[in-house]
């Protein structure tokens, strides 16, 4: 056990990369929701909606 927590790992770890594409594609759909919501026909019931059915 212990010779293989001393080897290096040539392995790459992408989790930060991940966790940024699923931060960047958040903050891209609540402004996306936060733009079409300023629209004149756009209700509450209509939010609801969205929220409830993608």
Known sequence: MAISH???SS???YDGL???GYVAFS???L???Y???GGPSFTD???ANMAMMP
């Open 45 to 47: 019931a209509d939010l």
């Open 31 to 33: 402004a996306t929701i």
């Open 6 to 8: 001393a080897m290096p």
């Open 35 to 37: 733009f079409a919501s």
């Open 18 to 20: 991940i966790i940024f």
């Open 11 to 13: 392995v790459r770890s």
């Open 27 to 29: 903050v891209l759909m």
